[in-house]
């Protein structure tokens, strides 16, 4: 009995240093500071369980700087829809590699808070880096959740959420590709967005214009699957369009979106809205809320195009002034 308790004795003590020595070991390992500790993901790994189950993911880009964006988004757009998270779930995607402690900290509390960050650690956030985000939010919500459709947004745009989730029901395809398209746009050859490595052809591949655009699950998956092997060009709108460009696409082209670089103005129709400052997507939910209208007041500063699929691409698109496309 007694050599029993030495021995029970001697393995507690054994045990504890055991436990001492892994802590410091742990510890020399992964320094305090708190610039490498990985933050939490919006939703948990493939590994860790089932994934999260969602009709449409949506996904805004913003930059972790971009809080109090957020919680404009959050407090706008995002209600405009009553159903749940296994209809439509709200993410915003981005890179905390390099991040200074005090902005991790940031991202803290803000995931705790709202728990809708996807925390990507190993993106480096950058202008120069945008096609790299929006690939990296392929693989990422590829990996953490089962969806149908994934909307990309930018942080600027204004998105009927309600509407647009109607109106993807009518047009719901396994291999959908759905936005604004252009096929004649030339390539930038000067400027922050010049593409030095455009050689394909004179012009763009068609592509859905960058303000939002919707994926089916499959073309995402494609698109996370062959990540490392794919070119990453300037403008993330024409590396989508070009990467899918092999593929057995539907491509939809809706004047709703109203996603170019600069607004056509505002129209009731509009599904999606781009280049709107916090204001004005203030304003907007609160017409919307108010009147069940987008706009105070419709107009038009650029007119739009109905996509001719008749002609080659680069005869896809003319503006016609006396049309009342939106
Ligand atoms: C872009 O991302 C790559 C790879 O993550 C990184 O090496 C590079 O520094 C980033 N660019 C900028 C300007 O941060
Ligand atoms: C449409 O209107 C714009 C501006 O008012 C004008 O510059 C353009 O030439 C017009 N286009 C056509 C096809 O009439």
């Known amino acids: 009995?007694?050599?029993?308790?030495?021995?029970?004795?001697a393995i507690a003590i054994c045990f504890c240093y055991g436990w001492v020595i892994f802590w410091t070991c742990t510890c020399d390992e992964t320094p305090k500071s708190a610039v490498t500790a990985p933050l939490k993901a919006a939703a948990p790994t493939e590994a860790a369980g089932p994934k999260p189950s969602t009709y449409l993911l949506a996904t805004v880009l913003t930059s972790p700087g971009d809080s109090t964006l957020r919680?404009?988004?959050?407090?706008?757009?995002?209600?405009?829809?009553?159903?749940?998270?296994d209809t439509v779930t709200v993410i915003f995607p981005m890179g905390t590699a390099g991040l200074g402690e005090e902005e991790r900290d940031r991202l803290t509390k803000?995931?705790?808070?709202?728990?809708?960050?996807?925390?990507?650690?190993?993106?480096?956030?950058?202008?120069?880096?945008?096609?790299?985000?929006?690939?990296?939010?392929?693989?990422?919500?590829?990996?953490?959740?089962d969806f149908r459709f994934l909307l990309k947004v930018d942080s600027d745009s204004f998105v009927r959420l309600g509407a647009l989730l109607k109106s993807l029901r009518d047009v719901a395809h396994p291999r959908l590709y759905w936005g604004f398209l252009d096929g004649r746009a030339k390539p930038i050859r000067k400027g922050k967005w010049k593409e030095s490595d455009w050689i394909l052809c004179d012009r763009y591949l068609p592509y859905q214009l960058g303000g939002g655009y919707v994926l089916a699950a499959d073309l995402v998956e494609y698109l996370a699957r062959s990540a490392r092997l794919l070119k990453l060009?300037?403008?993330?709108?024409?590396?989508?369009?070009?990467?899918?460009?092999?593929?057995?696409?539907k491509y939809v082209h809706d004047p709703r979106f109203d996603t170019e670089f600069r607004s056509r103005g505002c129209s009731d129709q509009y599904l999606i809205?781009?280049?709107?400052?916090p204001a004005e997507m203030l304003q907007l939910y609160n017409n919307v809320k108010s009147t069940q209208r987008l706009c105070e007041k419709e107009f038009r500063v650029r007119a739009s195009y109905v996509y001719d699929w008749s002609g080659p691409p680069s005869?896809?698109?003319?503006?016609a002034n006396s049309s009342n496309i939106p």
């Open 273 to 277: 809205t781009h280049k709107k400052t």
């Open 110 to 145: 803000e995931q705790s808070e709202h728990g809708d960050l996807a925390l990507i650690d190993n993106l480096y956030e950058h202008y120069s880096n945008l096609t790299r985000k929006t690939l990296a939010t392929m693989v990422y919500a590829h990996n953490h959740y």
């Open 315 to 319: 005869e896809c698109c003319h503006r």
């Open 1 to 9: 009995m007694c050599s029993d308790q030495v021995l029970v004795v």
């Open 71 to 85: 919680t404009v988004i959050r407090d706008t757009w995002m209600r405009l829809s009553a159903k749940g998270k």
């Open 233 to 249: 060009y300037k403008n993330e709108d024409v590396a989508v369009g070009t990467w899918l460009a092999g593929l057995d696409v």
